[in-house]
């Protein structure tokens, strides 16, 4: 039951910015989309997250359409260190928790 | 602050023996999760704890216990480990306004 879903793979030139795009198509008004990377099988880490307007914090922006169908993680100048799987995340509230349904993600490959 | 911590790093069993995983957070967090990652795929929620004393299933709980020994512990128990939990097994606990997951470094298990 994926909520959402990503490209395998990306590929993106050191420098240039990196457009990770997510379909979630099925989410509900009140459920949140979050952005979380893993490097090298590390403990994934936390990017970004919005319900309906566009964020931008240190790391990244995060661009949600309209009828919040989809949203791209956008890193600005991408650079060796960026290469990871990026997963996008939908975040669902339950009456005592917080639901993350991860999907497969995407593997981003950053090129000199 | 150290954060989530995880021991052991990795564990090689044989099919049937026991082992506990151990999770520590030192962020004052109510609810910490237990996740496990297959090659190539995204995190399936194994058991998660809302608050200190309570524990709940996640979507693959079949084969684990758990136990939150207090508001800082959080522990998952292979009774009689099997191939198929071979893994790698990710705490987390969440807090925060923004209701940021974060992960500990992860549990290599593979039992032969």
């Known amino acids: 039951d994926a909520k959402t879903t990503q490209p395998t793979s990306m590929d993106c030139a050191e420098g240039r910015a990196a457009n990770l795009p997510c379909n979630h198509s099925?989410?509900?008004?009140?459920?949140?989309v979050y952005w979380y990377r893993q490097i090298h099988s590390q403990g994934p880490q936390y990017i970004i997250h919005g319900l309906k307007n566009n964020e931008t914090n240190e790391m990244a922006s995060l661009i949600i359409t309209e009828d919040r169908k989809s949203s791209t993680l956008i890193l600005p100048h991408a650079t060796l260190r960026d290469t990871a799987v990026y997963y996008c995340?939908?975040?669902?509230?339950?009456?005592?928790?917080?639901?993350?349904?991860f999907g497969s993600g995407t593997k981003l490959n950053v090129k000199p | 602050n150290a954060g989530v911590t995880q021991t052991p790093k990795f564990q090689v069993l044989k099919t049937g023996q026991s082992m506990t995983l151990q999770c520590a957070q030192d962020m004052n967090h109510n609810s910490m999760y237990w996740y496990r990652q297959d090659p190539g795929m995204g995190l399936r929620l194994i058991y998660y704890?809302?608050?200190?004393?309570?524990?709940d299933k996640g979507e693959v709980p079949n084969g684990y216990n758990v136990s939150r020994l207090n508001k800082r512990e959080f522990s998952l128990r292979l009774e009689s480990a099997a191939p198929s939990q071979t893994s790698v097994y990710f705490c987390a606990s969440i807090g925060g306004t923004s209701e940021t997951q974060y992960f500990g470094p992860g549990t290599r298990l593979l039992v032969l």
């Open positions: 704890s809302a608050s200190e004393g309570t524990t």
């Open positions: 099925t989410i509900s008004g009140n459920e949140y």
């Open positions: 995340i939908v975040r669902v509230s339950a009456y005592n928790f917080n639901k993350f349904y």
